[in-house]
């Protein structure tokens, strides 16, 4: 379970930031005072426009960023003050996640199972079950340098996946990818729903979230605009697509601010 409390997040601007905003503020509000609940067993959704600041929820609840205020609780551990515990419990997984060019496949999710805690057999038996499923073993020997945008993402998926998380947070996974690595994605995501897994699944792909997600949240410069169940969503839309209504949903909020 993934429980978020009147969370925010607050950046310094410095002069250049500053300048470029257009602004005399000494810092941003990217994050404000959001309260969400993801349940395991079910996918939660968190949808917004770019710089909504649902990027920046998401990597603080995988312990890459800390809150200005508020808390939030992975698997029953606070992220601030029980950090390593969280980091223990969650897989995390992005379109644009760095990996090291100069590993294999095989070195390199040998390295994060180990780096888990993993014990050998384990590990092993984890990684032939994860390489057999994303078809990982044909360039499980390549350096990752000479593999293609594609593969490296399925290798991204087995260091995510590699320790079996309890929580799994999906921030664009299917950005940029080829349609095959792209269902491989998503039936991993549907993989962890049927296992009970707790996850939340962030996508510009709105077909993705409509064939998907269970639970939904939409966020517009920091504050919650919708939050509740996808039934309770598609029996409340004006609009005949999710598309058009969370458009419609957002540009509401931006003609309320005006």
Do not use: W
């Not at 409390?5 to 005399?24: A, E, H």
């Not at 962890?192 to 269970?214: A, R, Y």
């Amino acid at each position: 379970m993934i429980e978020i409390k009147d969370l925010t997040k607050q950046f310094r601007l410095n002069k250049q930031q500053k300048k470029k905003l257009g602004t005399g503020a000494d810092s941003i509000t990217a994050v404000d005072h959001i309260n969400l609940t993801c349940q395991p067993g079910r996918i939660f959704s968190l949808l917004g426009p770019n710089g909504a600041g649902k990027t920046t929820a998401l990597r603080i609840i995988a312990t890459i960023l800390q809150p200005t205020s508020g808390s939030v609780r992975v698997a029953g551990h606070d992220v601030t003050k029980e950090g390593r515990a969280v980091r223990s419990k969650i897989g995390f997984l992005t379109g644009t996640t760095g990996l090291y060019d100069r590993l294999t496949p095989d070195e390199l999710v040998t390295y994060f199972g180990k780096l888990n805690g993993m014990d050998s057999s384990l590990l092993e038996r984890r990684k032939r079950d994860l390489f057999h499923t994303l078809e990982i073993f044909s360039f499980s020997s390549k350096r990752i340098g000479e593999l293609s945008t594609g593969m490296k993402q399925k290798v991204s998926i087995a260091r995510t996946m590699i320790h079996d998380p309890e929580v799994v947070v999906f921030d664009e996974p299917t950005s940029g990818l080829d349609v095959i690595t792209a269902e491989h994605i998503i039936e991993l995501i549907r993989q962890c729903k049927d296992e009970g897994k707790t996850v939340i699944f962030s996508s510009h792909i709105m077909s993705e979230v409509d064939l998907l997600c269970d639970d939904l949240a939409i966020i517009h410069e920091g504050k919650i605009l919708y939050d509740g169940s996808m039934n309770d969503f598609r029996s409340q839309m004006v609009n005949d697509s999710l598309t058009k209504e969370f458009i419609r949903i957002v540009n509401n909020a931006k003609t309320q601010v005006e």
